[in-house]
């Protein structure tokens, strides 16, 4: 076996500061409304797809060339992709503030400061500036603010326009399922569904890996409280489904087993019946009764250990059906179940009452908690599009939408294009520090207007003209991109959901942080090679 190489010191950081900088100035280009597209070619069809999302491009990025910059490089791909899948946008910023606060930092350690201490200064500046950027917030409502930030995160104005709709009608929580529509236009439909804690079991029983999801049509379902352990028991339900006729299996369990996921992984290959297999995460009172509940929607039986009946002995009358359901990796949710309905408003009614006589306040939580499964609908938002290709583009792009305005909608918005940045930088300059340590608050007042300075430099604006006429016009103001003009941000509806601007702020810093502080480099001659930042 090759041994490793290892360096140490300033040889570990500088090629890693490289590899940083170069993937963090190519996520730069794709900040702000009028940021670049980039180019890239695809190794085996070798068509060239256009690319305007950070993260999407961050993932293309597999290994450099040099293996002192690529452990750099894959360290900035980590913070932009662990942004998007956190909060949905912010991608690109976060991509920016790390490399900001990189090139700072390495400056005033360069020139002889200890980066410790420095570290120190960082750390308390970003304190302060997340204190302020939570005391901007403000509150998303209306249909047209909604839309807004849909459209900011993903430039898509159709796809937000319908999905401030969705969110105006069903609320911040709402279930929103993407399907494929066959139209050159978007639409939506609100159908019966709930959404439920929990998550697929197994990578291997996807059928979208892009999505990470599977997505099941006229599925029977298993609502089971109990152990799958052995190959019978996955065998047995496959053949009783196939034996019906159905195509589309679901299974909610306790626990399954390798062996049953191998059973039901090889029958996905052979394309006769597809399976899905999912937990609860709910625990306790509330966990027995969304059992109860799924069973009650679908029209399935609730079946437990207890009842004395062993999983390879389920029939096809113990399984309930739906029209749809989604599983995904926390969640999954089930539309147009096939349960009756005179069933399901008696269990709601037994839950209101429950939570209108009890004495016990735990109590009455777990019966709000399983009374949402009842009163949560769905919302289908239907992608429409000339060719697969642009559909799937769209598709993704829809999801980061829904994130961003699920964000926006639980935490409030802040001014956006940097603006909300800009109005934090007073209270950073305010802390109070000697030596080594004022450099880090100095940095971070820096990195705080990057982001303006980058979506004007995207905008063909000059950033120093952009920078000091946003800050002599006062905190919430910042510039326009698509008019070149410093406006309002909260008036012009140009905002940013809270969480994501926080969110983009804390891994852009921790990130660079790591990056500075890192003392030793071990580089394998053959490393693993891997799709998931």
């Given amino acids: 076996m090759p041994k490793p190489d290892v360096l140490l010191g300033e040889d570990s950081r500088t090629g890693m500061l490289r590899g940083f900088e170069s993937v963090g100035r190519l996520m730069a280009l794709t900040l702000g409304p009028i940021g670049g597209n980039i180019a890239n070619e695809r190794d085996v069809s070798r068509e060239v797809e256009i690319l305007r999302d950070a993260a999407t491009a961050a993932r293309r ?200 996921i191998g059973v039901f992984s090889a029958n996905n290959d052979r394309k006769k019946v597809f399976s899905s297999v999912a937990t609860l995460k709910p625990i306790g009172d509330a966990r027995r009764g969304t059992f109860e509940n799924i069973a009650i929607i679908t029209g399935a039986q609730s079946l437990n250990d207890k009842m004395g009946l062993r999983p390879d002995q389920i029939t096809i009358h113990d399984l309930g059906r739906a029209d749809r359901v989604v599983v995904e990796k926390e969640a999954f949710t089930i539309i147009g179940g096939k349960g009756d309905p005179r069933t399901r408003q008696k269990r709601i009614q037994d839950l209101r009452e429950r939570a209108r006589t009890t004495l016990d306040p735990e109590e009455r939580e777990v019966c709000r908690e399983l ?10 938002l239907r992608i429409g599009a000339l060719t697969s290709q642009e559909r799937a583009q769209l598709t993704e792009i829809a999801e980061q939408a829904i994130k961003t305005v699920t964000a926006g909608m639980e935490s409030g918005v802040v001014p956006g294009g940097g603006a909300a940045y800009l109005a934090c930088i007073p209270d950073v300059n305010a802390l109070e520090a000697s030596g080594d340590e004022a450099f880090g608050f100095q940095i971070v007042a820096r990195v705080l207007e990057e982001p303006l300075r980058r979506i004007a430099a995207n905008s063909n604006v000059h950033p120093p003209l952009a920078l000091a006429e946003a800050q002599a016009q006062g905190a919430g103001y910042g510039l326009d991109a698509r008019t070149g003009n ?48």
């Avoid at 009374?371 to 289908?380: D, H, I, K, R, W």
């Fill in 61 to 260: 990025i597999i290994e450099l060339p040099d293996v002192r910059e690529n452990p750099g490089a894959m360290l900035m791909r980590h913070i932009v992709w662990n942004v998007r899948e956190q909060v949905g946008d912010g991608s690109a910023t976060a991509a920016v503030i790390a490399h900001a606060l990189a090139t700072e930092m390495q400056r005033v350690i360069a020139a002889g400061a200890n980066a410790m201490i420095v570290k120190r200064g960082v750390e308390r500046g970003l304190r302060t500036a997340v204190k302020a950027l939570d005391e901007l917030a403000m509150p998303l409502e209306g249909e047209e603010n909604i839309a807004a930030v849909a459209t900011a995160a993903v430039g898509d104005a159709e796809i937000g326009k319908v999905l401030g709709e969705i969110f105006d009608v069903l609320g911040p929580h709402a279930n929103v399922v993407i399907v494929p529509y066959v139209a050159t236009y978007h639409d939506r439909v609100y159908r019966e569904g709930a959404r439920f804690r929990g998550g697929y079991v197994s990578p291997y029983l996807l059928n979208d890996e892009t999505r990470r999801m599977a997505v099941l049509e006229d599925v029977h379902i298993v609502v089971a409280d109990m152990n799958f352990n052995t190959a019978e028991s996955a065998a047995n339900l496959l053949e009783q489904v196939l034996a019906a006729g159905g195509k589309n299996l679901f299974v909610i369990c306790k626990l399954c087993s390798d062996k049953a």
């Fill in 371 to 380: 009374l949402t499964n009842f009163s949560e609908g769905v919302a289908e």
């Fill in 486 to 533: 410093i406006v309002n941000m909260l008036e012009e509806g140009i905002v940013d959901p809270a969480i994501v601007a926080r969110r983009a702020l804390e891994h852009g810093v921790s990130g660079a942080l790591m990056l500075l502080t890192t003392d030793a480099l071990v580089i394998h001659r053959k490393p693993k090679e891997s799709v998931e930042p």
